[in-house]
């Protein structure tokens, strides 16, 4: 009984946090944008801090693979928040180094160091939830 219900509020936890940021951001391109590479980016370190990045795996193997470019882009920036997750000293510093990151971030990024996403002719108005 504990366990599920650890296994529901996970979960919940991971969402709530990263869509309280995500709503609250001036971002553009929430679908295929930066708003959407913010989101993934954002969600992954919160997943990598709290359990483990190879939790993140996981959820790439299960969540984007399709194949398409949206799926690429999506692999690329968790695989960044990974990253900041694993590197974060305390949870308070994980949305601002996410928020540098897309700061720092291109459309199709070379590096895969840095967070990227589609071209705007490719955005979609809204969210992809």
Do not use: C
Not at 11 to 29: A, D, I, N, R
Not at 55 to 60: K, P, R, S
Not at 94 to 115: K, L, M, N
């Amino acid at each position: 009984m504990l366990a599920s219900l650890i296994m529901a509020a996970y979960p919940t936890f991971v969402l709530t946090y990263t869509w309280s940021h995500v709503l609250q951001s001036t971002l553009p391109g929430g679908r295929h944008g930066p708003l959407d590479a913010y989101r993934h980016t954002l969600a992954s370190a919160v997943v990598a801090y709290t359990l483990h990045a190879r939790a993140i795996d996981l959820v790439n193997g299960v969540m984007e693979r399709r194949g398409k470019r949206s799926n690429q882009m999506d692999i690329h920036n968790n695989l960044i928040g990974a990253g900041i997750g694993s590197r974060a000293d305390r949870f308070s510093d994980i949305e601002p180094a996410v928020a540098r990151s897309v700061a720092a971030g291109r459309i199709d990024a070379p590096s895969p160091d840095q967070t990227t996403w589609l071209p705007p002719g490719d955005w979609e108005e809204g969210f992809a939830w």
